[in-house]
């Protein structure tokens, strides 16, 4: 990295990171809005396993860089004399007729340490790439996470940093980041070293459900959070309680979205709703991101 | 036969397909496997009849054996593991529970404690008297795995299991899908759809499931979806329309076959479909099975 960029850090760099526990919920889509509406903005797309942000954005690819997620166990078949040690041993199962499955092996190394005729060997592998790409708009980093593969969360904390990296050497204010669903390994990965959470949720049994798990985890950060009800309009007794909700927990609901077919509609023509200005769904988009960003 | 409905792209139906294939058939088995965010129960009603809670297992150390050598920390592959002087650290969050630590500790100084990581809750849905198991994450814990693996081993050998899978592609449910006989697809009609249907699919690929795809709210007759799947030589196993009162349902929690009772009939003939084409493919498992590992030897060799 050029030392001119180091001075010019900007160290007040805030991380707002959009979650939602239950997956379609509308994270994507907040995210591209907000990433528009944004103008000159760095994002990080977080959701290795089907990182979606790209299909909306249509960045050009600058920068791509092989991820090493850990190592897997392989079985020399020649050295080996099937005492059936590393079958014994295994946790994960991941032997099988002194065949390693690659997508149970969790690289322990247990097999490694434990043949006696040194027949094992670990190698490092690829388990995905991370890109830094640009669009008219800012810049993107994303990942693409090779198939079945586990250590996501550590992917997810080199997407962070590579946007962290040039959101500082931009002097950018803030950084957002569109997390993964859940409540697991990827999500905290997500989670950590953020400012503030926006928790994007619609008005379902399903998801006020995941809705509590998620702000549960939130605090558990400390996090201060946010929540947007997407589709508020598909059960208005739903957003009353999740109204509720955020009135118990003194949560700020910052805007509630309506059922909006452009939102699809703009998604099959590769764009973004608030490309689509006069939609009941991008007012809505706009106005929650003025009352967070804004103001802050 | 274990049936997983599983997708790339998180809310494009899972649970609802899930829980109406295990609502059209008498003697089905749920087994709610989207751990960290399970929403089968909000659906299903059953009554808990039991509820455990389910442990992995992680390193505990006797201090006064430690001898603080640093083997264990050298071995562990997580960093779970600090030795300082005259004192151990162990990062739960970090273990993956291999064992190694434990075993190799030259001392002998390292014992595995269970660590709670969620639950799983059984029951009954009635009037369809049909098996519940569901598990949940707990709060902060980090993976998903070893609880999933819990859960699937409740399946019943002679019944219909159905497994709702989280979404992604990443081990967690590789580890859902893993094993079972068939997988359905469940995606949407939408560019967000589409592409991880493709990284789903990919994943299946490599595992060596059989799969299917069901696209659920379907808005016109052609939609890219059906493109891919039909240049990709992909089954259509079965179209769900968009329908407000089936999003309104769902919001309340009320199953799909609940609104339409017609729809069981097409779930069930769907679960027959998937129990022939296993039959079929059933005759040359053994085969395939070898097949897979001699192919495995190959690429190994090379």
């Given at each position: 990295?050029?030392?001119?960029?180091?001075?010019?850090?900007?160290?007040?760099?805030?991380?707002?990171?959009?979650?939602?526990?239950?997956?379609?919920?509308?994270?994507?889509?907040?995210?591209?809005?907000?990433?528009?509406?944004?103008?000159?903005?760095?994002?990080?797309?977080?959701?290795?396993?089907?990182?979606?942000?790209?299909?909306?954005?249509?960045?050009?690819?600058?920068?791509?860089?092989?991820?090493?997620?850990?190592?897997?166990?392989?079985?020399?078949?020649?050295?080996?004399?099937?005492?059936?040690?590393?079958?014994?041993?295994?946790?994960?199962?991941?032997?099988?007729?002194?065949?390693?499955?690659?997508?149970?092996?969790?690289?322990?190394?247990?097999?490694?340490?434990?043949?006696?005729?040194?027949?094992?060997?670990?190698?490092?592998?690829?388990?995905?790439?991370?890109?830094?790409?640009?669009?008219?708009?800012?810049?993107?980093?994303?990942?693409?996470?090779?198939?079945?593969?586990?250590?996501?969360?550590?992917?997810?904390?080199?997407?962070?940093?590579?946007?962290?990296?040039?959101?500082?050497?931009?002097?950018?204010?803030?950084?957002?980041?569109?997390?993964?669903?859940?409540?697991?390994?990827?999500?905290?990965?997500?989670?950590?070293?953020?400012?503030?959470?926006?928790?994007?949720?619609?008005?379902?049994?399903?998801?006020?459900?995941?809705?509590?798990?998620?702000?549960?985890?939130?605090?558990?950060?400390?996090?201060?959070?946010?929540?947007?009800?997407?589709?508020?309009?598909?059960?208005?007794?739903?957003?009353?309680?999740?109204?509720?909700?955020?009135?118990?927990?003194?949560?700020?609901?910052?805007?509630?979205?309506?059922?909006?077919?452009?939102?699809?509609?703009?998604?099959?023509?590769?764009?973004?709703?608030?490309?689509?200005?006069?939609?009941?769904?991008?007012?809505?988009?706009?106005?929650?991101?003025?009352?967070?960003?804004?103001?802050? | 036969?274990?049936?997983?409905?599983?997708?790339?792209?998180?809310?494009?139906?899972?649970?609802?397909?899930?829980?109406?294939?295990?609502?059209?058939?008498?003697?089905?088995?749920?087994?709610?496997?989207?751990?960290?965010?399970?929403?089968?129960?909000?659906?299903?009603?059953?009554?808990?009849?039991?509820?455990?809670?389910?442990?992995?297992?992680?390193?505990?150390?006797?201090?006064q054996l430690c001898t603080y050598c640093?083997?264990?920390?050298?071995?562990?592959?997580?960093?779970?593991?600090?030795?300082?002087?005259?004192?151990?650290?162990?990062?739960?969050?970090?273990?993956?529970?291999?064992?190694?630590?434990?075993?190799?500790?030259?001392?002998?100084?390292?014992?595995?404690?269970?660590?709670?990581?969620?639950?799983?809750?059984?029951?009954?849905?009635?009037?369809?008297?049909?098996?519940?198991?569901?598990?949940?994450?707990?709060?902060?814990?980090?993976?998903?795995?070893?609880?999933?693996?819990?859960?699937?081993?409740?399946?019943?050998?002679?019944?219909?299991?159905?497994?709702?899978?989280?979404?992604?592609?990443?081990?967690?449910?590789?580890?859902?899908?893993?094993?079972?006989?068939?997988?359905?697809?469940?995606?949407?009609?939408?560019?967000?759809?589409?592409?991880?249907?493709?990284?789903?699919?990919?994943?299946?690929?490599?595992?060596?499931?059989?799969?299917?795809?069901?696209?659920?709210?379907?808005?016109?007759?052609?939609?890219?979806?059906?493109?891919?799947?039909?240049?990709?030589?992909?089954?259509?196993?079965?179209?769900?329309?968009?329908?407000?009162?089936?999003?309104?349902?769902?919001?309340?929690?009320?199953?799909t076959v609940k609104i339409y009772p017609?729809?069981?009939?097409?779930?069930?003939?769907?679960?027959?479909?998937?129990?022939?084409?296993?039959?079929?493919?059933?005759?040359?498992?053994?085969?395939?099975?070898?097949?897979?590992?001699?192919?495995?030897?190959?690429?190994?060799?090379?």
């Amino acid at each position: 990295m050029n030392t001119d960029n180091t001075i010019l850090m900007n160290t007040d760099l805030k991380h707002v990171v959009i979650v939602s526990g239950k997956g379609g919920t509308g994270k994507t889509t907040l995210a591209a809005g907000f990433t528009k509406l944004a103008e000159n903005v760095v994002v990080a797309d977080c959701d290795v396993d089907a990182a979606d942000l790209h299909l909306v954005l249509q960045p050009e690819l600058t920068q791509s860089y092989p991820y090493q997620g850990g190592k897997k166990a392989v079985i020399d078949l020649a050295a080996c004399t099937e005492c059936s040690l590393c079958i014994d041993h295994c946790r994960f199962e991941a032997i099988h007729y002194f065949v390693v499955d690659s997508l149970a092996c969790e690289g322990c190394g247990f097999c490694y340490h434990i043949c006696p005729e040194n027949a094992v060997r670990m190698e490092e592998v690829t388990s995905g790439y991370y890109h830094e790409n640009v669009f008219s708009g800012g810049e993107l980093v994303d990942a693409v996470l090779e198939p079945g593969e586990g250590n996501s969360g550590k992917l997810v904390v080199e997407v962070k940093k590579r946007a962290k990296i040039i959101a500082e050497q931009k002097m950018h204010n803030w950084l957002l980041i569109d997390g993964p669903p859940g409540i697991g390994c990827p999500v905290n990965a997500s989670l950590a070293g953020v400012d503030a959470a926006i928790v994007i949720t619609e008005p379902t049994v399903s998801g006020l459900h995941d809705l509590e798990r998620i702000v549960q985890l939130l605090q558990r950060f400390r996090m201060p959070a946010k929540i947007v009800i997407n589709k508020y309009d598909i059960n208005p007794q739903m957003t009353a309680r999740i109204h509720q909700y955020a009135l118990e927990r003194n949560m700020e609901i910052a805007g509630t979205i309506p059922f909006d077919e452009n939102v699809d509609q703009a998604l099959l023509n590769g764009k973004s709703i608030v490309e689509y200005p006069d939609s009941p769904a991008a007012k809505e988009i706009s106005k929650i991101w003025q009352k967070v960003f804004q103001t802050n | 036969m274990d049936i997983v409905i599983a997708s790339g792209k998180g809310g494009t139906g899972k649970t609802t397909v899930a829980t109406s294939m295990a609502l059209s058939v008498p003697n089905s088995v749920y087994l709610d496997c989207d751990v960290e965010e399970p929403n089968g129960h909000l659906f299903l009603q059953p009554d808990i009849e039991k509820k455990e809670t389910v442990y992995r297992s992680v390193p505990e150390v006797n201090c006064q054996l430690c001898t603080y050598c640093g083997e264990c920390a050298r071995l562990c592959e997580y960093n779970a593991l600090v030795v300082l002087k005259s004192q151990i650290l162990v990062f739960k969050k970090m273990c993956h529970s291999c064992g190694v630590c434990s075993y190799f500790c030259p001392e002998k100084a390292i014992y595995e404690i269970d660590e709670p990581i969620g639950s799983c809750r059984q029951g009954v849905v009635k009037p369809e008297y049909i098996e519940f198991v569901g598990g949940s994450l707990a709060i902060g814990e980090m993976s998903a795995v070893p609880l999933i693996a819990h859960v699937k081993g409740h399946s019943k050998r002679h019944k219909v299991n159905i497994i709702d899978a989280p979404p992604g592609t990443a081990c967690a449910m590789v580890e859902a899908v893993r094993d079972a006989d068939y997988c359905l697809l469940v995606t949407e009609p939408t560019p967000f759809g589409l592409h991880d249907l493709k990284l789903a699919v990919n994943v299946l690929g490599i595992i060596g499931v059989p799969f299917g795809v069901v696209i659920n709210k379907v808005k016109d007759e052609i939609n890219l979806i059906r493109d891919y799947c039909n240049s990709n030589e992909i089954e259509i196993c079965m179209e769900i329309p968009f329908d407000r009162r089936l999003a309104e349902a769902y919001s309340k929690g009320i199953p799909t076959v609940k609104i339409y009772p017609q729809m069981r009939e097409r779930f069930r003939d769907l679960i027959i479909k998937i129990e022939k084409s296993i039959n079929t493919i059933s005759y040359t498992a053994g085969d395939v099975s070898q097949k897979k590992v001699r192919e495995s030897k190959e690429i190994i060799r090379d």
